[in-house]
């Protein structure tokens, strides 16, 4: 049987180089897994009150029945302001409730951020981090995955150019998998 990899794409824009990571992604995808992109795009900011009240929005609900289905989860994040954007946060947290049944809790998980700038968006990289702790998800350490000058790496098909870049994203996959094998239950 097939394990599955969620792809989350820390952005909404349509155009955005967290998502065109994402699809360059699940072309590489190994023999006996499956990568998902799991969009964000539809998911409401949460609310506590939507579980104490049992008014958990429909997308809440359907977002946290496809995140049961994944075993494990490569964020892609920009940075928003030196950390992660609202609509990764937002998702974390959206995932984590109610109190006791997180969809998170021990998905071995990867962090690849990525920025226009040279910073390669460190700071977002190890604020999602910090979430992933608490959630209980083991993180990839080695390879570390910072990608600058973002807006150079693709063609104007949108599609991730030949050359380094794109060998080492197959070596951080490769290398994702097999710390998922290590840390899955």
Partial sequence: MNKTIGILAGSLRRESFSKKIGKAILAMVPKGFE?????????????QDFDDN????????????????????????????????????NALDS???????????????????????????FGANH???????FLNMPA??????????VNELFD?????????TKEFLQKAVNAYIVWFKRNAE
Avoid at 98 to 120: Q, R
Wanted: glycine letters at 6%.
């Fill in 35 to 47: 990568f998902k992109a799991i969009s964000l795009d539809d998911l409401p900011v949460y609310n």
């Fill in 156 to 164: 104007e098909n949108g599609v991730l150019k030949e050359g380094t």
């Fill in 95 to 121: 995932g984590s409730r109610p109190y006791g049944k997180s969809v998170w809790n021990a998905k071995p998980a990867a962090v690849f951020s990525s920025s226009p700038g040279n910073l390669s968006a």
């Fill in 54 to 89: 049992n008014e958990v929005p429909k997308a809440i609900s359907v977002f946290r029945e496809v995140m049961k289905t994944v075993d494990g989860v490569i964020f892609i994040t920009p940075e928003y302001n030196r950390s992660v954007p609202a609509v990764l946060k």
């Fill in 140 to 149: 990839m350490q080695q390879p570390e995955v910072y990608l600058q000058k």
């Fill in 127 to 133: 604020h999602l981090r910090q979430s992933l702790v």
